[in-house]
């Protein structure tokens, strides 16, 4: 009986071993694959998207939100491998936004999607602070929901909070929340507006704790430490935004893009 228990157990290890294996060769084709443009394939050395998303813990079968998804970097990859047995959802800008890139982005967005083969069936919902911050999804419904390098914009506006709780209540209980951020050094005041775009790690741990959520763990696998974090222009002095253009260009290239946090929280499952 021993004995075949262990038969067992091993049976079961090797099987969940080889399930994860899958996941993950499956997202390294993705990542490099030929509907991603070559710009953005180099960018899988700053972002690494197959060791963030598995840090996430994301799953092809799940349900899982991506908050407000700019050009789509991270929607190329979730997309693809969600589309079979998953579904993704995406916030977009609202149709009414003063922001004057917005309706671009929600129209590569959308065109990008029409593609059913390789997305599935996406569905859209609004989330767009200050004003137009809606329901990603039905409640208790999602398995994961991931942001990557937003919440500085929310606390512009004054909502990251309001954004957070409808994070809460769209993930199912035991629903993990992925944040990918901008990191501040731990020994400067944070800006409560986050001007800069760097916000403090144990800010947004703070932040997420006190509505409701379990903090899991982080992981470094998106820092970045020789970037100071103190910048002309901010975030955006360093790549891929350089906006300071030609002047001291290959000093900022060299940094690369920003130090981040990647952090995990769970919503409690009782």
Same mark, same amino acid.
């Given at each position: 009986?021993?004995?075949?228990?262990?038969?067992?157990?091993?049976?079961?290890?090797? &099987?969940?071993?080889?399930?994860?294996?899958?996941?993950?060769?499956?997202?390294?084709? $993705?990542?490099?694959?030929?509907?991603?443009?070559?710009?953005? $394939?180099?960018?899988?050395?700053?972002?690494?998207?197959?060791?963030?998303?598995? =840090?996430?813990?994301?799953?092809p079968?799940?349900?899982?939100?991506?908050?407000?998804?700019?050009?789509?970097?991270?929607?190329?990859?979730?997309?693809?491998?969600?589309? @079979?047995? &998953?579904?993704?959802y995406?916030?977009?800008?609202?149709?009414?936004?003063?922001r004057?890139?917005?309706?671009?982005?929600?129209?590569?967005?959308?065109?990008?999607?029409?593609?059913?083969?390789?997305?599935?069936?996406?569905?859209?919902?609004?989330?767009?602070?200050?004003? +137009?911050?809606?329901?990603?999804?039905?409640?208790?419904?999602?398995?994961?929901?991931?942001?990557?390098?937003?919440?500085?914009?929310? #606390?512009?506006?004054?909502?990251?909070?309001?954004?957070?709780?409808?994070?809460?209540? +769209?993930?199912?209980?035991?629903?993990?929340? &992925?944040?990918?951020?901008?990191?501040?050094?731990?020994n400067?005041?944070?800006?409560?507006k986050?001007?800069?775009?760097?916000?403090?790690?144990?800010? $947004?741990?703070?932040?997420?704790?006190?509505? &409701?959520?379990? =903090? #899991?763990?982080?992981?470094?696998?998106n820092?970045?430490?020789?970037?100071?974090? @103190?910048?002309?222009?901010?975030?955006?002095?360093?790549?891929?935004?350089?906006?300071?253009?030609?002047?001291?260009?290959?000093?900022?290239?060299?940094?690369?893009?920003?130090?981040?946090?990647?952090?995990? =929280?769970?919503?409690?499952?009782?």
């Open positions: 009986m021993k004995k075949l228990n262990l038969l067992l157990a091993s049976f079961l290890l090797f &099987g969940c071993s080889h399930k994860y294996g899958h996941h993950k060769n499956h997202l390294k084709k $993705i990542v490099k694959a030929d509907h991603r443009s070559e710009k953005n $394939i180099t960018r899988n050395i700053y972002r690494h998207p197959v060791e963030t998303l598995r =840090f996430f813990e994301i799953k079968h799940m349900k899982v939100a991506e908050i407000s998804p700019g050009g789509g970097w991270y929607t190329e990859i979730l997309g693809p491998y969600l589309k @079979n047995k &998953g579904e993704l995406l916030t977009l800008f609202s149709d009414n936004s003063k004057s890139y917005a309706p671009k982005l929600n129209a590569k967005i959308k065109e990008m999607t029409q593609n059913k083969k390789l997305y599935g069936n996406v569905k859209f919902s609004t989330l767009e602070t200050p004003d +137009a911050i809606g329901t990603i999804a039905p409640a208790n419904s999602l398995d994961r929901v991931v942001t990557f390098r937003n919440v500085h914009n929310w #606390m512009k506006d004054g909502k990251v909070k309001e954004v957070f709780s409808e994070f809460y209540k +769209a993930l199912k209980p035991g629903g993990i929340l &992925g944040v990918v951020e901008h990191r501040a050094k731990s400067k005041k944070q800006d409560p986050a001007i800069s775009g760097y916000v403090r790690e144990d800010y $947004i741990i703070e932040l997420a704790e006190a509505l &409701g959520f379990e =903090f #899991m763990a982080k992981s470094e696998v820092a970045n430490y020789i970037d100071s974090t @103190n910048h002309p222009e901010g975030v955006w002095t360093l790549p891929p935004s350089l906006r300071l253009k030609d002047k001291k260009r290959a000093y900022y290239l060299s940094i690369g893009e920003s130090d981040r946090m990647t952090l995990k =929280f769970r919503k409690p499952k009782n």
